[in-house]
């Protein structure tokens, strides 16, 4: 089954520096997507930056770029310059294989604090 | 202003009751999906529909239903048969475009005592 793995629960890192939030997935399909998505204390879910398995760049959204590593399944989150307000859980999705049903498998999350 | 509105964003009910959460959009997307979320814990799919009148179950669909008698609105029904019903429940609209993002309403915190 497709899953998506999350492994570090929490992360802090000091206000202007760069993280990386890491995520890994499992698939068995050639054509999937892979999704990043904030979700402050309020709860809702913002949607971040998205990569195509067919996608030779990276992909970039201002602050937030996706380090895409195909063969080792690879799809981390870089925050560069990181402000107060990127505090929040941080979550990595993908879509399940190559129908157009826009059901995304999420991780656990990654709680990530900046500090000032 | 466009967008995606749960309501009520608390909603406490007593065990063995069913409860409706609401979910309209203005966005004009065809699909909408319903995901519950544990605290601390990732989205799971509940239920999710294409297209009016058409839905399908996701990965945790027993204890809940849907409608989609509207292209605006996709009400979640909890009933009394989810055995632990307590949690955030989050609703999401797509346009149809392949791989187009998931836009998610504020959410509902149900908790069933």
């Known amino acids: 089954a497709q899953k998506i793995t999350q492994t570090q629960p929490g992360m802090f890192v000091q206000e202007k520096e760069a993280v990386t939030l890491d995520c890994t997935y499992d698939t068995s399909d050639q054509s999937y997507g892979l999704f990043w998505y904030k979700q402050p204390s309020s709860g809702e879910m913002i949607f971040l930056i998205y990569q195509g398995s067919y996608d030779e760049q990276n992909a970039t959204e201002g602050r937030y770029s996706l380090n895409f590593q195909k063969a080792r399944k690879s799809a981390n989150l870089v925050i560069s310059a990181s402000q107060l307000g990127d505090s929040a859980m941080y979550f990595c999705?993908?879509?399940?294989?190559?129908?157009?049903?826009?059901?995304?498998?999420f991780g656990q999350g990654t709680t990530l604090q900046v500090k000032p | 202003d466009g967008g995606i509105t749960q309501s009520p964003k608390y909603l406490f009910r007593k065990e063995g009751q069913n409860v409706t959460l609401s979910c309209e959009q203005n966005?004009?997307?065809?699909?909408m999906y319903w995901y519950r979320q544990d605290p601390g814990q990732g989205l799971r799919l509940i239920y999710y529909s294409q297209i009016v009148n058409d839905f399908q179950k996701g990965d945790i669909a027993e204890g809940y239903s849907v409608s989609r008698e509207k292209k605006e609105s996709f009400p979640l029904t909890v009933t009394s048969a989810q055995k632990n019903p307590t949690a955030f429940y989050l609703c999401a609209t797509r346009s149809g475009f392949y791989n187009s993002p998931l836009h998610f309403g504020n959410g509902t915190r149900l908790t069933v005592t």
């Open positions: 999705a993908s879509s399940k294989g190559s129908s157009n049903t826009g059901k995304l498998i």
């Open positions: 966005l004009n997307h065809d699909a």
